[in-house]
């Protein structure tokens, strides 16, 4: 059975930080490596955005609005990814969640169930 597990998400102040973390399960990454892994969020009445994604080989990408704030990270061996976010803004307020893709031979696209993420004083 697959599964992605989100986990860290919460209410925080401006300013302040969270860190999300995302654990894949299944024999499926076990066998096929997970080229991607990514963050995404949405907000309700808005398309879900990709926020910040890494590749097996550790090349990052960001959403423009979180450059410098935020940083991913993964465990290969683990099949982990975690968001460190900073310096939050109010217009991070979103639901959170993680992606789990590979594109080539056995392709796969799995998502977590969603961490809400709230920031307001």
């Known amino acids: 059975q697959v599964q992605l597990v989100e986990s860290g998400g919460g209410l925080v102040q401006p300013g302040g930080s969270l860190r999300l973390s995302c654990a894949a399960s299944?024999?499926?990454?076990?066998?096929?490596?997970?080229?991607?892994m990514g963050w995404y969020r949405q907000v309700p009445g808005k398309q879900r955005e990709l926020v910040a994604g890494i590749s097996s080989g550790g090349r990052t990408n960001y959403a423009d609005s979180v450059k410098g704030r935020f940083t991913i990270s993964r465990d290969n061996a683990k099949n982990t990814a975690s968001l460190q976010m900073n310096s939050l803004k109010p217009e991070d307020t979103a639901v959170y969640y993680c992606?789990?893709?590979?594109?080539?031979?056995?392709?796969?696209?799995?998502w977590g169930q969603g961490t809400q993420v709230t920031v307001s004083s």
């Open positions: 299944g024999s499926i990454f076990s066998s096929y490596r997970i080229d991607f």
């Open positions: 992606n789990a893709r590979r594109d080539t031979l056995v392709a796969y696209d799995y």
